[in-house]
C-alpha cells in the first residue's frame, strides 16, 4: 500500500505512514470478525534499545494483528503486520512513550486520537 500510495520507504514520515495503515486497518480480511478480536490494532512508541548495535532509538510503530482459529473453532495462532518508523532518541523523544494503545474489530477509533497527534 505504501507503493500505491507513491512513498519511499526509505525516507517515511509518520503522518504519511499513519494515513497508509487507517486505509489498510479499514480493508477487510476473509475470516476476520468487525465484532470480535481476531482483528485488532495497536500503536505504540518509545526509546528501546534492541541490542542491534544501533543503540537506542526512538520507536513509531503500528501492528495488525489477526487471531486465527482452526476448523473447530479453536484458537490456532497469531499473525501480525507491523509498520515501524526509528528515529534518533533525542531528550524531546525520550519523554514519549506509550506501551500501547489496542483497538478491535480492524478500527482505530480507540488509537486515532492518540496516534494521529
Not at 507503493?3 to 477487510?28: I, R, S, Y
Not at 548495535?53 to 473453532?73: H, V
Amino acid at each position: 500500500m505504501f507503493d500505491e500510495a507513491g512513498l519511499d520507504l526509505e525516507q517515511l514520515q509518520p503522518d504519511a505512514a499513519w494515513e497508509v495503515f487507517k486505509a489498510f486497518a479499514a480493508e477487510p480480511v476473509e475470516g476476520m470478525s468487525r465484532d470480535d478480536d481476531t482483528d485488532m490494532c495497536l500503536f505504540q512508541c518509545g526509546v528501546y534499545d534492541w541490542s542491534d548495535g544501533k543503540g537506542p532509538r526512538f520507536n513509531w510503530g503500528f501492528t495488525r494483528q489477526f487471531t486465527l482459529m482452526d476448523e473447530d473453532g479453536e484458537y490456532d495462532h497469531m499473525e501480525q503486520l507491523e509498520c515501524t518508523l526509528f528515529f534518533e532518541a533525542t531528550p524531546e523523544l525520550e519523554s514519549v512513550s506509550v506501551d500501547g494503545i489496542w483497538s478491535g474489530g480492524g478500527r482505530l477509533s480507540c488509537c486515532t486520537r492518540d496516534a494521529g497527534q
